[in-house]
């Protein structure tokens, strides 16, 4: 096989080769980007800090613009991870540091303890429905509680349970052990300790993710003080049949289906004033999405879409916001909106909103939505720094401008959201080309 690398990086002389890849981030980009290289005969280690795979992806109703079941997508993915040979998942799992060059990289990894040894658990669930522990459901943005022992979401994968150290009480305070004895497959063990490995990698795909803009920075939008102003995200969770409510729409307060509702646009990003000026890129469409599954659950439903512009410029995107524009009851309204005040009888929320630069009005909500942005994590820039990799201003992988799957270091790729705000198949999109460009350092 020809040494290709200096057609892509135009520096360096052959070197000796790992035929390894390594892939930091578990969403749908890592998760291509690991089941390419895989298919193409390489090994891939797929690592991600959190208790399951499957990022932000793992918690959306449907996607735009052909409304699948974001799961459905997702679930097969899972699977063939799982079952790939060349694939190793490692959960929990964390890059301490990097040393070595582009082709023979060793990786030192921090593997955080789950309390719970993988090769018992069955996921069966018996420890969750003893913990007499109730913590906040992050995977449901904490819309809802579960167990301090648990199964990150059904679909998990590795389907294993972990335990939060945080809430627990043996870990604690040495006080519980409840769940233990429950085990039929005596797979919890509370005396875990963090495992550190040294791993070789020829090559790195960086695809850590984002996270969403908080909205409680600007005080204009109530968040979260207003129990009927939620984030997109969460409204994801409220719509979704794996939710808190099992698919069925209605708001926090009272349970109730929301009649009106209201989306506003750009919360958290092109806003000198939240520290984020640039477009989010998925916003638009998302919002977009979310009135055609509120039209679905509930034809009657009032949606109106309070924007400063619509951005539908991928494949298939402007006939899907045609579509929704011209459904029975959904108005979108260019402005610049803010909300007034929540009644306090009724708990409907009040919106206060300019049209043609001079005309103020007012409309009461039932339910109103946060179209918040896309933001780089704190950790993925603890990632970029202790991998020696250069961000932007905005906290995104700087890349060259006609090579953006490459990072300021060699060896090291980038793809998803970690190089800049985008869509799922942008993403995907991304990760095949991330792996391609990785293998090509690998004999």
């Known amino acids: 096989m020809p040494d290709t690398w200096k057609t892509v990086n135009r520096v360096g002389p052959p070197m000796k080769r790992v035929g390894t890849v390594m892939v930091v981030g578990a969403g749908v980009s890592g998760i291509q980007a690991a089941l390419d290289a895989a298919g193409s005969g390489f090994k891939v280690f797929l690592v991600d800090k959190g208790p399951a795979i499957g990022g932000k992806m793992a918690q959306l109703d449907k996607t ?10 997702l679930s097969p993915k899972f699977i063939e991870c799982a079952t790939n040979p060349n694939i190793t998942i490692m959960t929990n799992t964390r890059i301490e540091r990097v040393e070595g060059e582009a082709g023979a990289f060793d990786v030192h990894v921090v593997r955080e303890p789950r309390y719970v040894d993988e090769a018992k658990c069955t996921g069966c669930g018996t420890c969750t429905e003893y913990c007499p ?17 648990h199964v ?29 004895p429950t085990c039929k497959n005596k797979a919890i063990d509370f005396h875990q300790q963090p495992e550190r490995l040294t791993l070789e990698a020829g090559s790195l795909i960086l695809a850590p993710g984002y996270e ?82 509120s039209k679905e659950h509930h034809p009657e439903i009032e949606a109106v879409v309070l924007h400063n512009d619509i951005r539908a ?35 409907n929320v009040v919106i206060r909103y300019r049209i043609n630069g001079t005309e103020v009005r007012e409309e009461e909500f039932d339910l109103v939505v946060l179209s918040v942005g896309l933001s780089s994590t704190n950790g993925n820039r603890e990632l970029a720094e202790t991998l020696d990799v250069a961000l932007n201003g ?29 869509d799922i198949p942008d993403a995907v999109t991304m990760a095949s080309g991330a792996a391609c460009l990785a293998s090509q350092l690998l004999f």
């Not at 735009?64 to 997508?73: G, H, K, R, V, Y």
């Not at 590795?158 to 519980?176: G, N, Q, T």
């Not at 494949?315 to 309204?333: D, L, P, Q, S, T």
């Not at 890349?399 to 985008?422: C, D, K, L, Q, W």
Request: charged share 20%; proline share 6%; aromatic share 10%.
């Open 64 to 73: 735009f613009p052909t409304n699948d079941c974001s799961m459905c997508i």
């Open 133 to 149: 522990v109730n913590i906040m459901d992050l995977y449901n943005e904490s819309l809802g509680t579960q167990k301090c022992i």
């Open 152 to 180: 990150h979401f059904p679909q998990a994968v590795p389907a294993v349970s972990v335990v939060d150290p945080a809430h627990c009480l043996f870990l604690l305070r040495s006080e519980c052990q409840i769940c233990v």
């Open 212 to 293: 969403a803009f908080d909205p409680e920075v600007q005080s204009q939008y109530g968040y979260p003080n207003l129990s009927n102003v939620v984030t997109s995200l969460e409204f994801e969770r409220i719509i979704s049949a794996s939710g808190p409510n099992g698919g069925e729409l209605v708001r926090p307060s009272d349970g109730k289906v929301p009649h009106r509702i209201a989306w506003i646009q750009c919360v958290g990003s092109r806003d000198e004033a939240a520290g984020c000026t640039y477009c989010s890129a998925v916003c638009c469409m998302y919002a977009t999405k979310q009135v055609i599954l």
């Open 313 to 347: 410029y991928g494949k298939g995107f402007e006939r899907y916001y045609e579509r929704a524009k011209n459904m029975e009851g959904v108005r979108y309204i260019w402005s610049k909106a803010s909300i007034v005040e929540e009644r306090p009888d009724t708990r």
């Open 394 to 422: 905005h906290g995104f992988c700087e890349s060259p401008a006609f090579s953006p799957i490459e990072t300021s270091r060699r060896g090291i790729f980038n793809s998803g959201v970690f190089h800049a705000p985008m």
